[in-house]
């Protein structure tokens, strides 16, 4: 059984007597307690993710005073000698990317941000459709004016935690 299937079960455990949202730090306290340790593999990886979040959220300053991400990233499909597919995940400063880099960079991030809105189209369709008996949650996907405000405001807050979000989470 995988690893993921693993804690979904275990989440599904946790949740039986709970009525309300489920905090992933109470569940992962709870497993720690009942004695549950991850994989070498999977403690690999959560380090791994620390590190990704924080190259994806180091952020400089441009000479027109516009706050960039420092680090960029491109996902590649490996195939390793015995066959077994993987993703690998390389990143680049952006004082030293080669310009192929950062367009192949671009493009998976906007790729990333498109199937996270569909995603979140498919997630509030669903909602509305079978479980919301009340007016229907309208989500307007159309950023153009979300755009303008950000370039009008030199002091819109500080998301250097979010940057990324969903379109992220993967490198």
């Not at 995988?2 to 949740?15: M, P, V």
């Not at 706050?67 to 990143?91: D, P």
């Not at 998301?159 to 993967?170: C, I």
Request: charged share 35%; glycine share 6%; hydrophobic share 30%.
């Amino acid at each position: 059984m995988s690893y993921n299937k693993q804690l979904q079960i275990q989440i599904d455990e946790f949740g039986k007597d709970k009525d309300g949202p489920l905090n992933p730090y109470e569940i992962a306290d709870w497993l720690i307690r009942k004695g549950w340790k991850p994989p070498l593999k999977v403690e690999l990886a959560s380090l791994a993710g620390d590190i990704t979040k924080a190259m994806r959220t180091q952020t400089v300053i441009d000479p027109r005073g516009r706050k960039v991400r420092k680090k960029h990233v491109v996902g590649y499909k490996e195939t390793l000698a015995n066959g077994e597919k993987i993703q690998l995940w390389l990143w680049y400063d952006v004082d030293i990317a080669p310009p192929p880099f950062m367009f192949e960079s671009f493009q998976q991030r906007r790729g990333r941000i498109a199937d996270a809105c569909w995603q979140l189209k498919q997630d509030s369709d669903s909602y509305n459709e079978f479980h919301n008996k009340s007016i229907p949650i309208q989500v307007y996907l159309d950023f153009r004016e979300d755009m303008e405000e950000r370039s009008m405001s030199k002091n819109y807050p500080d998301s250097s935690d979010e940057l990324g979000g969903d379109d992220d989470v993967d490198d």
